[in-house]
């Protein structure tokens, strides 16, 4: 298995612009989950579907931060307008039924000037 | 106080030291219980798993849960180079949320 697949890998781009990460699960796994990480915060979940429908997004900052799951093998976080405090590395996580563990992407990497 | 706590280090130790990583945590409701590895501008690895109390090895490694103390390990033996990396511990709750709560990581540096 390819393993989750995010992209970009690395994203750079201007204070008010619009950012739209991209995250394919592990095909068979039914939980998505959006995390972003810093050095000052750790870890943070954002939001987290099952079987496409979002079930907590209570981790999102602001309302200029949005995620959709379209189908089990495609979802988005976008951010509009991204500022400079949204720099932080943002990974996508997903897991099979009955197991709690989550399998992580590569991340993208995220610069706000 | 914080639902999962783990020190920072870093943790620097010479090549085939044996390594120990520790976690507490508060809810005594987590039952599920996770180390991850994340090498420097990667994600992070599903390293160990484990249900419940008791101890899960797999190669050099050794994951304990310690259930009455709240306490969970994660011992690295004959530490490689290679096993230079941030670990983060992780834990669920039976039930309720799907979510996992994760400690803030060790950083550990083997050097050869």
């Known amino acids: 298995d390819a393993g989750v697949i995010q992209s970009p890998r690395h994203e750079v781009t201007e204070m008010g612009q619009e950012v739209t990460l991209r995250c394919k699960p592990i095909s068979g796994h039914d939980y998505l989950f959006w995390y972003r990480q810093t050095m000052m915060r750790g870890l943070e979940l954002l939001i987290y579907?099952?079987?496409?429908?979002?079930?907590?997004d209570s981790g999102m900052p602001e309302d200029r931060f949005s995620a959709k799951m379209p189908n089990a093998s495609f979802s988005t976080l976008k951010i509009q307008p991204s500022e400079p405090r949204d720099s932080a590395v943002y990974f996508c996580?997903?897991?099979?039924?009955?197991?709690?563990?989550?399998?992580f992407g590569p991340g993208t990497r995220l610069t706000v000037l | 106080q914080k639902e999962v706590e783990q020190d920072p280090g870093p943790l620097s130790v010479p090549e085939g030291a044996i390594v120990s990583l520790n976690c507490t945590y508060s809810?005594?409701?987590?039952?599920?219980f996770m180390w991850y590895r994340q090498y420097s501008r990667k994600g992070p690895e599903l390293l160990m798993y484990?249900?419940?109390?008791g101890n899960k090895e797999d190669g050099r490694f050794t994951a304990q849960v310690d259930k009455s103390s709240k306490y969970i390990s994660l011992f690295i033996r004959d530490s490689q180079p290679s096993d230079s990396a941030t670990y983060l511990c992780?834990?669920?709750?039976?039930?309720?949320?799907?979510?996992?709560?994760f400690g803030k990581g060790t950083k550990l540096t083997v050097n050869p």
């Open positions: 992780a834990m669920s709750s039976q039930g309720g949320s799907e979510k996992l709560v």
């Open positions: 484990t249900y419940s109390s």
């Open positions: 809810n005594s409701a987590f039952q599920y």
């Open positions: 996580a997903s897991r099979p039924p009955q197991y709690r563990g989550q399998y």
């Open positions: 579907f099952n079987n496409n429908v979002p079930i907590d």
